[in-house]
């Protein structure tokens, strides 16, 4: 069994707010995904790798709000949350970090030109999870999702 296919977990420490732009993330991610599914070549045919994605896609965000134990239910509770400098130990999969670390780039990439801001958030958080990955010996983050 290949790491991108290992079903290890393997915890990272995130900042909250890292983790809503990794949620927002894969929420854009997870749409483009069902659409890329639907554009397979064959009418009523789903791409099965694209569909197989979403579905990894979907559930990274699914363990997050799993994983986050005073996760705000409405959005009220948002306003107070994340506190400064909370952060989360977060256990996702090879593959899902690989899918995470991979959207952040691809999202950086297509919010350069009107949101460099958003862009730069984006490269420093998949750096970060880069670097725990290599400093807690786990090898390298699989590239999953390397065709934009």
Known sequence: ????EDETGYPLVMPM???LVVDAVMDLEIQDLR????????????DEHASGLADVAESIRQAGWH???????DASGFESWPKPG?????????????L?????RRWAAVDEPSEPQDAAACRR???MLREQFIEKRYGEIPPVRTEW
């Not at 069994?1 to 991108?4: G, L």
């Open 1 to 4: 069994m290949s790491a991108s």
């Open 17 to 19: 707010a890292d983790w």
């Open 35 to 46: 659409d890329k599914a639907w554009e397979s070549g064959t009418p009523d045919q789903l």
């Open 67 to 73: 994983q986050i134990p005073d996760l705000p239910q």
């Open 86 to 98: 909370q952060t989360a130990n977060l256990s996702l999969t090879a593959r899902q970090w690989g």
């Open 100 to 104: 995470v670390v991979s959207a952040l």
């Open 125 to 127: 958080i998949a750096a």
